[in-house]
């Protein structure tokens, strides 16, 4: 004896917030159910568990069906089969689209392929998120990174008009594309401490300023590659460095410019070479492929790591760049002026983001 | 040749890919109506194809026209093979056949495959050229409108309301021809749908011609339904109600409800004209106005009119002319004047040979006195047709049961049955006629032109709101055992202490707290048979099953101390070894009626001490459950001193107001008295298990949860202030039985189960909405095989207001009125009058009315002209009555923020699709139906031979169901409408066959399309103010 078939269709779709979230976090109609059990909702409504049980089934059931709009969100307000109002469409694309950070920062930099898919029970395990909630997630940045490849025009704005997605969350997608398509290594132990939010706001940075589309805004995947020209012209930079007599002069400036402003400035002074050629080969490097990826991973050795067991604050490495930045501008010989506010400007506000007290 | 159509087809979107290779489709279209095709160009590869082809243009009859649907099919272009059809929409022209309906078709519609189900969408126009033809034997009967509201449509008015149409057209099943046995099951299941829109559009195309005949213009409460009765054919049935409507003009609607709401202004006036003279202004009837305003029941009759009628006494003499002679203090006032009048309207509906009506709510003034509730039902066997082909056997077999009907009506002093439904039920060779209606007397008023002048004025006094529930049958003679009191209001005319009836709970009635669902549910087991023995075994068990859900709806109503039912609906369905009974109404406390007594357990055995004691915890339950109903559904009623006058049995009895009778293929009718011997009504025999059983199963019906209403009629009484939120679902539910040797009890324990549960899984899911009343709840059960029981639930959830003081004031208003109606009899009823005409001439007409103080059938025809004139006065009506508008605007019982908020936004941004409403309601709540764009009837089948793919039977009966909503969301749309009303699901029938991964569904679905405005926007457009005004008004204070 059992209920063979049972179905609920309303005119307006019904969908509970609550359970949409539940089925969006991967789980079964069952585990659902208890969580919705112990969330109250019985007895604030005299339900049975048999009820709870035929609702649950029934939105997932709802869920399955409008997955298919949702993975083409245009589609979803065209679309005649459910009469769904506006807010709550949006609602849906929303959360559809929403990902945990613990997930994003296990394949952020990584190769959206077959192989990282296969990969995601380990993911799974690692974070707690239930296998099929990894899977919709990396689908996501499957698909929106496979729509906006062959797109012109900027990123941030294809992803928001293609997917509908509200603006913080589409600069969010469109850093999960950058991150993908130049495989910035994210993953290395020292890079942990970072949240994706800090590296959304260094791929803000970068695409804004480093891509092709920061100088021509027609260009197909403009704002996914890095601007070739620039990287060639970065490799200018290294007179910084190499020679001796502007390397001196700049210590100076720099020095004259923070004496008396800052606590760490012997410090400062003593590692001022160091961190200056880490900067300047970070730079020169970045023709590299490889070393595009190290970016990040770079920036940590070369600048983060040495300010911080000086114990520099955040307003000392900010004051620190700030006049680093330029001090440059002022040496008579160096004339690649150009080149190093465009570098200067994202090193700076990426080391700053990255530089957690 | 009076037609031309034209088509267009303009683009599609969203279609699948049907080459794999390329991943895209390269589609083009065929239209096709009658046997004319037309073809689009192919448009390569897209799946979104621009085709923007030339207007294709059909010349056709306007028979073909009403008859034939315009069919589109959508194709994928295969060099190599044979094109694959994509989907199909079929597009019915009948609403462009009406010259007030719709002008032209336009819009997105979904593409339809029976296995596939919707595949994108297709952008298509349609138009038609009518030629008008004056040929009078034509054979078509364009412009009559068809509505399946069962009320008078709320932008017309009844001029004439004719009576009773029906047409029944049969066709072989294309399911049981031999050629399905070599066809796909698409071409089978297309074969199929096509044949149906045929036949519906044959039926109504017929129906229409008797309508014409009558000298009506429409159709309303037109109901059509499906019997697949497999081998033997394919039925097509409908009823309706043939009626003369006249459009009101906004402006028009405007000044009646202004005037309605607001009588003392309208009072003044008609003192003001008495005396004065008025040649030459024709004399109109004060037009029934098809708004339910609350505030009608204020009208009682005038002084200067009871003087002239003793109108007081025009119930009571009301007694029907074939009963046996007047008795009582009937008719002793009555004048022979009265009797000829009686004996009119008498005339006027026996010439008629079915005085049915389908429609369950009235104009005012309209129904005079309810019966009862008479039904019939036969069992025939379908593979005894003798000449299957014909619908000769299956008109005798409604014919048949319609003569009972009457003669029930007959026998409860009644000459018209209204709130008339037919329905069937079919399990192999075995079929089920019911039949239903209530008995009642209604005026004349709108059943009979001719010039009847001056004598029939009497009709018109609009009875006291009680009038209804005054016993039309004679007391001495009553055809059925029954304790007949005072009416409680009036305290002049005798009233039952149960009511029973299948129409909605009418404007007027004086209700005490608010109603709800009573549903009376029944299983008894059946021994597999075949053939007469099969249909002996069924119509043996028929009367008991109808007498224990007749039982049970009665206990279940004094369980909530509740006196009448309302829009009681008894569903008798089939099955191999089992039948089922569910009866559903809304119970009710009607003022008028006596308070229901409470419900006494008796035990048998009255030694056992433990036993005693168990009955007088049952006792103590049963009391408590009472009083806790009383106080749910505020049943207050004020104090009566109980006055039990002239019963002629001496016993209180239990008393039925059920007629019925049963009669199986060989025409044996069978009646049945339906009351408990000399038993008290009221005293349940605890003498064996089922008894217990019976008493439990009373006590488990779970109340509805806080916050919640339910009812299965149109509005709940005791609810006014209605919110915009509208939520209309389906629900079906599917039980399997896995133990085959289920007792009765078990198995009526299983389907109340089920029953309960679906409900309260119901409450569950629209919880949000809460608080709010489940309207027009509509169970459907079936046994779609052995060990299935099948219940399928349509209904609309409606939020309602909580705000007390609004809802307060509103039950004091509703007092006042009653006090009003009881008390003072002098109170007019003329507002109705003038304000159709004091706006052109006041004090003219006021006079003419005092004279002649109602409707004249004669003067009837002239009222059209009337409404021109009155369009042209508009103007005037609009400056007279702008003064009580910011009284008007404070009455409304919707919130404006709330409202406005819970709107529907028509172009909402980044989307171009209509927002459709639907709900199985006549109307929509806080807004106004400016336009019926014609009838939607659409029937549907869903196969699949991949059920386990599709999510199982639930995966794919849940994608079905949203399936049909969205076509008829489409259809709705490309008319230019925005809602669907009187929305109804006739049929789902599900099959499956899960071992061979299949299941098909049909589903059948039915309404009304519609314009509406929101009373807000109509409040924000300056030129339309008026009219957002006056809506706003119908619904709040009217005094």
């Known amino acids: ?357 | 040749m009076p037609g031309k159509l034209k088509a267009k087809v303009v683009a599609g979107r969203h279609l699948p890919v049907m080459d794999r290779a390329s991943d895209l489709t390269d589609a083009f279209v065929e239209v096709k109506f009658g046997t004319t095709t037309f073809k689009t160009d192919v448009c390569p590869k897209s799946l979104n194809p621009q085709w923007n082809s030339e207007w294709f243009k059909f010349e056709v009859d306007d028979e073909d026209l009403q008859d034939e649907p315009l069919q589109i099919t959508v194709l994928d272009h295969d060099t190599y093979s044979a094109n694959d059809a994509i989907g199909k929409v079929y597009i019915d022209i009948d609403p462009l056949l009406c010259s007030e309906a719709a002008t032209v078709i336009s819009g997105w519609f979904p593409i339809y495959d029976t296995i596939h189900g919707i595949r994108g969408e297709i952008n298509v126009l349609v138009k038609v050229d009518l030629f008008n033809d004056l040929n009078r034997f034509r054979q078509s009967s364009c412009g009559v409108k068809f509505f399946c509201t069962t009320s008078i449509p709320r932008c017309f008015r009844a001029v004439l309301i004719h009576g009773f149409v029906e047409e029944l057209v049969v066709n072989e099943d294309p399911e049981y021809q031999w050629i399905d046995r070599i066809r796909t099951p698409r071409a089978s299941n297309e074969a199929r749908q096509r044949l149906i829109s045929l036949m519906s559009g044959e039926l109504q195309r017929k129906i229409g011609l008797k309508v014409l005949e009558m000298g009506g213009n429409a159709v309303v409460g037109y109901l059509q339904c499906f019997d697949l009765e497999g081998e033997s054919g394919l039925v097509v049935r409908a009823i309706g109600t043939a009626c003369t409507l006249d459009k009101i003009s906004s402006t028009y609607t405007a000044a009646i409800v202004q005037n309605l709401s607001n009588s003392s202004p309208s009072k003044d006036m008609k003192e003001a004209g008495f005396g004065e003279e008025a040649p030459g202004v024709p004399l109109s009837s004060g037009p029934p106005t098809p708004l339910r305003a609350q505030t009608f029941s204020s009208f009682s009759p005038s002084k200067s009119y009871s003087r002239q009628s003793s109108s007081s006494d025009t119930e009571l003499s009301l007694t029907p002319k074939t009963g046996m002679g007047s008795g009582g203090s009937a008719g002793k006032e009555a004048g022979p004047l009265k009797a000829l009048l009686r004996q009119q309207t008498q005339s006027a509906l026996e010439q008629r040979e079915f005085p049915f009506f389908t429609l369950t709510g009235f104009p005012p003034a309209f129904l005079l006195h309810v019966g009862g509730v008479v039904s019939a039902r036969s069992v025939k066997l379908l593979d005894r047709i003798h000449n299957p082909d014909e619908p000769e056997t299956r008109d005798a077999w409604w014919e048949e049961l319609r003569q009972e009907i009457k003669s029930h009506a007959k026998a409860l002093g009644c000459h018209a049955v209204v709130g008339y439904s037919e329905s069937t039920s079919i399990c192999e060779e075995v079929c089920i006629l019911s039949a239903s209606g209530t008995a009642a007397i209604l005026s004349s008023r709108f059943v009979q032109d001719g010039a009847l002048d001056t004598d029939h004025r009497f009709e018109d006094v609009a009875p006291p709101a009680c009038g209804f529930c005054h016993i039309p049958y004679d007391e001495l003679n009553m055809p059925f055992p029954a304790q007949l009191t005072y009416c409680h209001c009036c305290r002049r005319h005798k009233v039952p202490d149960v009511l029973f009836t299948t129409i909605d709970v009418p404007t007027e009635a004086n209700v005490t707290g608010k109603g709800c669902l009573i549903q009376a549910r029944l299983c008894r087991t059946k021994k597999k048979g075949q053939g007469e023995g099969n249909a002996t075994a069924i119509s043996n068990l028929l009367p008991f099953l109808e007498y224990e859900l007749h039982t049970q709806l009665l206990n279940k109503l004094k369980l909530r101390g509740m006196n009448a039912l309302f829009g009681l609906r008894v569903q008798i369905s089939v099955g191999d070894t089992m039948l089922l009974g569910l009866a559903s109404a809304t119970g009710v406390y009607l003022t008028a009626l006596p308070s229901p007594g409470g419900i006494q357990i008796a035990g048998k055995t009255p030694n056992d001490i433990t036993y005693e004691q168990h009955i007088s915890n049952m006792q103590k339950k049963i009391n408590d459950t009472i009083a806790k109903n009383k106080e749910l559904y505020e049943i207050n009623p004020p104090e009566f001193v109980e006055e039990v006058i002239g019963s002629p049995i001496p016993e209180p009895r239990q008393r039925s107001r059920l007629f019925r009778s049963h009669s199986e293929s060989s025409d044996e009718v069978l009646e049945l008295d339906l009351s408990h011997g000399k038993k008290d009504a009221f005293v349940l025999e605890i003498d064996d298990t089922d008894a217990i059983e019976d008493i439990h199963s009373l006590l488990t019906d779970a109340p509805t949860p806080p916050g919640f209403y339910s009812c299965n009629t149109e509005i709940m009484p005791g609810i006014y202030n209605w919110t915009s939120g509208l939520q209309m679902f389906t629900s079906v539910r599917v039980f399997r039985l896995s133990n085959a040797n289920l007792t009765n009890q078990g198995l009526n324990k299983i389907f109340n189960d089920l029953c309960e549960n679906l409900l309260k899984s119901l409450y569950f899911k629209l919880r949000s909405m809460v608080p709010c009343c489940l309207c027009h709840v509509n169970f459907i059960v079936a046994v779609p095989e052995d060990e299935l029981i099948q219940v399928a639930v349509t209904a609309v959830a409606m939020s309602f207001d909580k705000d007390q003081s609004q809802e307060n004031g509103r039950q004091s208003g509703d007092k006042t009125l009653m006090k009003a109606i009881t008390e003072n009899e002098e109170q007019l009823q003329f507002p109705l009058e003038l304000s159709a005409e004091s706006p052109s001439n006041p004090l003219s007409c006021a006079k003419g009315l005092s004279e002649v103080s109602g409707p004249l059938p004669s003067a009837r025809d002239r009222c059209s002209s009337w409404i021109e004139q009155l369009r042209l006065k508009a103007h005037t009506i609009r400056r007279g009555s702008i003064k009580t508008m910011s009284s008007l605007e404070k009455a409304s019982p919707v919130p404006e923020g709330r409202s406005r908020s819970l709107r529907s936004n028509r172009s909402c941004p980044g989307s171009s699709i209509t927002v459709v409403k639907m709900t199985p309601l006549s109307f929509i709540p806080g807004a106004k139906i400016i336009k019926y764009l014609g009838i939607i009837n659409m029937f549907f089948i869903r196969e699949t031979t991949s059920l386990r793919e599709e999510g199982g039977v639930s995966g794919f009966l849940h994608s079905f169901i949203a399936e049909v909503f969205a076509m008829v969301r489409a259809h709705v749309a490309a008319l230019g409408g925005n809602a669907v009303v009187s929305y109804s699901m006739k049929e789902c029938v599900f099959m499956e066959n899960p071992n061979k991964n299949q299941a098909q569904c049909l589903i059948n679905v039915s309404g009304d399309a519609v314009i509406f405005i929101r009373e807000s926007e109509l409040e924000a457009t300056p030129s339309q103010t008026q009219s957002g005004n006056v809506q706003t008004s119908s619904n709040g204070e009217g005094t």
Not at chain 1, 2 to 11: A, K, R
Not at chain 1, 65 to 89: G, S, T, V, W
Not at chain 1, 103 to 111: A, N, P, Q, Y
Request: proline share 2%.
């Open chain 1, 1 to 357: 004896m059992s209920v063979e078939l049972d179905v609920f269709v309303g005119n307006t779709t019904i969908m509970d917030k609550e359970v949409y979230q539940l089925w969006l976090n991967g789980y079964t109609v069952n585990d659902a159910v208890k969580v919705r059990m112990e969330g109250g909702v019985m007895e604030e409504c005299e339900a049975s568990a048999e009820v709870l049980l035929s609702d649950t089934m029934d939105q997932f059931r709802t869920f399955q069906m409008c997955e298919r709009l949702l993975q083409n969100p245009a589609k979803l307000a065209n679309q005649l089969l459910f009469q769904i109002p506006p807010d709550r469409q949006a609602m849906l694309i929303e959360r559809y689209y929403a990902f945990a950070d613990a997930f994003v920062r296990e394949v952020l930099g990584k190769k959206l392929s077959k192989g990282t898919k296969k990969d995601l029970d380990d993911v799974s395990a690692k974070t707690g998120i239930t296998l099929k909630s990894c899977r919709r997630q990396f689908d996501n940045f499957k698909r929106v990174f496979k729509v906006v490849e062959e797109l012109k025009g900027p990123l941030v704005e294809n992803i928001r008009q293609h997917f509908l997605l509200p603006d913080q969350l589409a600069r969010d997608y469109a850093a999960i594309v950058f991150f993908a398509n130049n495989r910035f290594e994210t993953g290395k132990k020292k890079l942990q401490y970072l949240t994706f939010q800090d590296f959304a706001f260094c791929a803000g940075q970068l695409i804004n300023n480093w891509t092709v589309g920061a100088v021509d805004n027609m260009v197909e995947d403009m704002d996914v590659d890095l601007d070739k020209e620039f990287l060639q012209d970065l490799k200018d930079l290294k007179i910084l460095i190499a020679d001796k007599d502007l390397l001196d002069q700049h210590k100076s400036l720099v020095c004259v410019a923070l004496r008396g402003k800052t606590k760490v400035f012997n410090e400062m002074e003593t590692n001022f070479k160091n961190l200056s050629r880490g900067l300047v080969n970070i730079a020169a490097k970045l023709t590299n492929p490889k070393d595009v990826r190290d970016f990040f991973i770079d920036l940590v050795e070369k600048f983060i790591e040495p300010c911080k067991s000086d114990r520099w604050t955040a307003t000392d490495v900010n004051l620190y760049l700030t006049h680093y930045t330029n001090s440059a501008h002022i040496l008579d010989s160096f004339k690649y002026q150009t080149v190093w506010t465009r570098y200067m400007g994202v090193i700076k506000s990426c080391i700053l983001r990255m530089y957690h007290e």
